[in-house]
């Protein structure tokens, strides 16, 4: 059994370790622009959001399941050439994971399904989109339509702070074609959640819930970044809570999906804020998150292997997910300097020795000439703490922190604070 995961970040760490514990021993390749160091697959050199070449690895290869991390080869059409030419693949159709990659589309189809979202607008043209931030007033949420690398959302204080965004976006075009369009959509306050369910377009698992931290620094001040730790499950989330959001917002979304001729077969990822009138979309992504597949995979007692195939050839129906109720908590460690420029190739110290319960998930962990650890990105590495509570995962996460060292390394202190210290 071969089986290939593209992307090359944290999320892709988690998912390769997870599947190196199947009883069915696969031999496991990752397609990835920069060889990350945890020596758990063989490197494939190609770029994974080149469909022709990830088809042609695959048969090279005899690849028998290709795992699909990041947005951008669905956006591709990676899976369309894959089952195209017969190889099994988890990830949903170019067609379908347009619920991530047009936000505009998005929104079409929430409002189709009935699904509760922010009241939104689309624009093609910055005047009307700047006349609506003033008509609505602020706080206000200005989004690029397209794939923006996690940078195209600006939630607004003032008017005027819209305004500049959007000229940002259509004008500027700092996101180059994904600000074509935007959607200026009403701000929503509240707890924030991810949650995920397994589809293979036609049956869909339960949810599975996690917490990501997107800003960097405390206290959720400063810029955002490509997440700096989180937590599974929030503490709050229970049967019922897990079934309403699943019955309003997640069957009804793949169910018009279906009913629109692209059926989604794949993880579909809901971004939702528990607001006083309820839990409402924020956003769909059509792929596991980053960090919160480092999350919540831990916590998977199935193989994913078998999940994974279940998803890809249709048998979600006959799967009985189960999840650990233990929890997990995970802090991020990051360069010096980041998310504004950082440098890299500091050594790291402390990885080796790290204590039970806690797993390190490689986000930009290179080698020296030796084979000794370096930094090699951004985020470096999130230690995620595994334990019956989650003041015991926090305690283990945190430990754990102390003891990795590099120079510059800074890491946010309250992540799943709620569970003390
Ligand atoms: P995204 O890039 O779509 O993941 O959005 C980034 C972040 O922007 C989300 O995680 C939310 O914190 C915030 N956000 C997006 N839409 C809204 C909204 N309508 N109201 C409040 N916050 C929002
Ligand atoms: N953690 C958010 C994402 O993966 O988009």
Redesign the pocket.
């Known amino acids: 059994m071969r089986a290939l995961v593209l992307g090359g970040g944290g999320r892709e760490h988690a998912i390769l370790w997870k599947l190196a514990q199947s009883p069915r021993a696969p031999e496991l390749f990752q397609a990835s622009v920069n060889r990350t160091a945890h020596g758990l697959a063989q490197h494939a050199d190609i770029n994974p959001d080149c469909p022709a070449r990830v088809v042609e690895f695959v048969e090279r290869r005899g690849i028998d399941l290709t795992i699909v991390g990041p947005e951008r080869p669905l956006m591709e059409g990676v899976t369309d050439a894959l089952r195209k030419h017969g190889h099994a693949v988890m990830g949903p159709s170019q067609a379908a994971a347009r619920i991530e990659w047009s936000?505009a589309f998005a929104k079409e189809v929430m409002a189709q399904a009935g699904v509760p979202?922010?009241a939104?607008e689309t624009f093609t043209d910055p005047d009307s989109a700047k006349e609506c931030v003033r008509k609505r007033g602020a706080?206000i949420?200005v989004?690029a339509d397209g794939l923006?690398a996690?940078?195209?959302?600006?939630?607004a204080a003032t008017v005027e702070e819209a305004a500049t965004a959007i000229d940002a976006a259509m004008t500027a075009r700092v996101f180059g074609d994904a600000g074509m369009s935007v959607v200026v959509?009403?701000?929503?306050?509240g707890e924030?959640v991810s949650v995920f369910c397994f589809t293979d377009g036609v049956n869909a698992s339960p949810l599975i819930a996690a917490r990501?931290y997107?800003r960097v620094s405390d206290g959720d001040q400063g810029p955002?970044t490509g997440g700096m730790g989180g937590y599974s499950p929030p503490p709050y989330w229970d049967a019922a809570l897990e079934r309403r959001i699943r019955e309003t917002c997640i069957e009804q979304v793949l169910r018009q999906l279906a009913a629109m001729g692209t059926p989604f077969a794949g993880v579909l990822f809901g971004?939702l804020?528990l607001t006083e009138d309820g839990p409402?979309v924020?956003?769909f992504?059509a792929r596991l998150g980053d960090p919160e597949a480092q999350l919540i995979l831990p916590r998977l007692e199935n193989d994913l292997l078998d999940v994974a195939e279940a998803v890809a050839h249709g048998g979600v129906g006959a799967l009985d997910l189960r999840w650990s109720p233990t929890a997990t908590v995970g802090v991020t460690l990051a360069s010096g300097g980041y998310p504004g420029t950082y440098e890299t190739g500091k050594p790291i110290h402390g990885l080796d020795a790290l204590p039970d319960g806690v797993t390190p998930f490689y986000t930009g962990v290179g080698e020296d000439d030796v084979g000794a650890p370096v930094t090699d990105g951004g985020r470096v590495v999130t230690l995620v703490g595994h334990g019956a509570t989650h003041a015991e995962a926090r305690r283990l996460a945190y430990d754990a922190a102390a003891q990795v060292r590099f120079a510059g390394a800074h890491y946010r202190r309250d992540i799943a604070a709620f569970a003390g210290e």
């Open positions: 936000k979202t922010a939104s706080p949420v989004k923006a996690g940078k195209g959302v600006t939630v959509e009403d701000c929503l306050v924030e990501d997107k955002n971004g804020m409402q924020i956003e992504n």
